[in-house]
């Protein structure tokens, strides 16, 4: 499968871009998922080029390798997967935009702590587009928004999610970014596993910035290139 959707529409990669791909409606996390791993499968033979999914998908909750039992509040009938990748709990579900960058670092370098800054680099450049400071924190993973303005003296509050893994060096799963969710729904989870009132979860809808999921979508195409792309593939033997 070449793309999230049937009905997504695609940019040829070139040697230094990867195709780009945009789901035309939310998907299940499931099917999705396997879609995927099949996507890293055909990477790692050689038969397509790197890409990056975005997506929506339908209400889900996903918990990463550090997820513990006791930081799932209330799920109600949402579907639990578990899942390889980085990070704890978190909530996918429509009005956030879900980020999977399948990128070779074969190609490109294999750096798994420059990979992570890089991506968290690319989210800070594209939010920054659309009028939004968000900043990674030691400790604290995601970028996240100084409210001390509105909510108080050290509150912040965290505007998008990173939890990558790499098979054999390529990289899947990704990062999400809340454009304008229901935040209610992170009430089922504890987020990041933080149970410290100073910290909670935001929106570029939260935020008044008036941006949408396409707004979002041309600010992560335009930073792209100075940021993650900076990780550019070796020149060949």
């Known amino acids: 499968m070449n793309s999230p959707s049937e009905n997504a529409g695609a940019e040829t990669a070139t040697a230094a871009e990867p195709e780009w791909s945009t789901a035309s409606a939310p998907r299940p996390y499931g099917p999705a998922l396997r879609d995927m791993e099949r996507r890293v499968e055909a990477i790692l033979a050689g038969r397509t080029g790197e890409t990056i999914w975005l997506l929506e998908h339908e209400p889900v909750l996903t ?22 990748r980085g990070g704890r709990y978190t909530w996918h579900g429509p009005g956030q935009r879900i980020v999977y960058p399948m990128l070779d670092l074969n190609r490109r370098r294999r ?3 420059q990979l992570v800054y890089a991506l968290e680099a690319w989210i800070a450049a594209a939010l920054g587009e659309l009028g939004v400071n968000a900043v990674a924190r030691k400790g604290r993973v995601g970028l996240w928004v100084d409210r001390s303005a509105d909510k108080g ?36 989870i504890l987020p990041c596993g933080i149970d410290d009132p100073r910290y909670g979860i935001t929106s570029l809808a939260d935020l008044g910035t008036g941006a949408s999921m396409a707004d979002l979508d041309a600010a992560l195409k335009s930073t792209f290139s100075q940021t993650v792309g900076r990780l550019l593939p070796r020149a060949p033997h």
């Open 63 to 84: 918990a990463g390798t550090s997820a513990a039992p006791s930081e799932l509040r209330n799920p109600g009938d949402l579907p639990v997967f578990l899942v390889g």
């Open 111 to 113: 750096d798994v702590r």
């Open 153 to 188: 003296p050290g509150c912040e509050d965290k505007i998008a999610a990173l939890g990558i893994r790499l098979r054999r060096w390529v990289s899947y799963h990704g990062i999400s970014i809340n454009v304008a969710p229901d935040l209610a729904e992170f009430g089922r």
